[in-house]
């Protein structure tokens, strides 16, 4: 390994820890940061020859440790739940057998809320639209399958219909993948239960 | 006691007063600050412009740099000369009577 490599290394691994730090961070506040830090680094290494493995050593310690950046980083910034944030695992997951807009309440405070991050909140969104509600009419769609009829009328003869059924995908592998999205949807709101236990800590 | 709070405050509006002189970036105001022993990081320089940019205290511009690719600068906003002003007044007050009581002095 060449003090070029070990520098590369040095450098890519405090970036790693100060981004892992910043998780809490708000997305838009947590990019500033990272990309501040690198041109720091950046700027800093363009002032040392180039294989000053410590020279970079000594800047990373004048940077400080990733936690303390991190600790500036969340104060003014509170990720403490509203108390309606508790309903939102459930209504994602059940309201949608509230006519369908208990699951939009749930999206709409899914994303006003504080508690969860970015990838929570698509997350949330997309496993699965409509909750167990849209996971049961999918599940509909695939046994029930799809049934097109065609007609012809002719002047003075009988209307002939003509029916076929075929279902939307080969039964087996659609109810294999339906049995995946139903624990996926599980999966998903347990995780955004835990999230907020955790925040509300 | 830790002067934390304090610290935290002040040192925003040191950002702020080293903006007074035209745009700087990022690395030049952490190296003074860390001279001066106002942050005892100079990574804890950056959630503080984050802050004062998300304010609209300071805003930001990508400019090509000599050697190496663009660096963003900040730079000082209408609304941070402002805060700026108030602070110094504030702060002129507030170091007078802290000072004061310090000192001991009976007529405060």
């Excluded at chain 1, 790693?16 to 990272?34: G, H, K, M, S």
């Excluded at chain 1, 990309?35 to 400080?64: F, K």
């Amino acid at each position: 390994m060449t003090s070029l490599d070990r520098i590369e290394a040095l450098v890519a691994e405090y970036l790693a820890a100060l981004d892992a730090a910043l998780t809490d961070v708000p997305a838009a506040r947590r990019r500033q940061i990272l990309e501040d830090v690198r041109q720091h680094l950046e700027a800093a290494r363009a002032s040392l020859p180039p294989d000053d493995e410590a020279g970079i050593r000594a800047v990373l310690d004048r940077l400080g440790d990733p936690a303390a950046i991190a600790a500036e980083a969340g104060v003014g910034f509170s990720r403490r739940p509203r108390w309606v944030d508790a309903a939102v695992p459930w209504l994602l997951l059940l309201g949608g057998f509230v006519g369908g807009g208990g699951w939009l309440v749930g999206a709409a405070l899914l994303w006003t809320s504080r508690v969860w991050r970015l990838r929570d909140k698509i997350w949330g969104t997309l496993v699965w639209p409509g909750g167990l509600f849209g996971v049961g009419v999918a599940f509909g769609t695939v046994v029930g399958g799809v049934q097109t009829c065609s007609g012809s009328t002719v002047a003075g003869h009988p209307l002939v219909m003509h029916c076929t059924s075929r279902p939307g995908w080969s039964e087996p592998v659609g109810i294999a993948v339906l049995v995946g999205i139903f624990c996926a949807q599980l999966v998903t709101v347990g995780h955004l239960e835990r999230v907020r236990r955790g925040a509300a800590r | 006691m830790d002067l934390g709070q304090l610290r935290r405050g002040a040192v925003a509006y040191c950002i702020l007063a080293l903006l007074r002189g035209g745009e700087r970036y990022g690395w030049e105001l952490a190296s003074v600050l860390h001279d001066a022993g106002l942050i005892a990081g100079e990574g804890t320089l950056y959630p503080l412009l984050a802050r004062l940019r998300e304010m609209g205290w300071v805003d930001t511009e990508w400019k090509p740099s000599p050697h190496g690719p663009p660096r963003r600068y900040y730079r000082l906003t209408v609304a941070g000369v402002q805060a700026l002003a108030a602070f110094i007044e504030r702060w002129g007050r507030f170091r007078d009577a802290v000072d004061q009581i310090l000192r001991g002095s009976e007529d405060a």
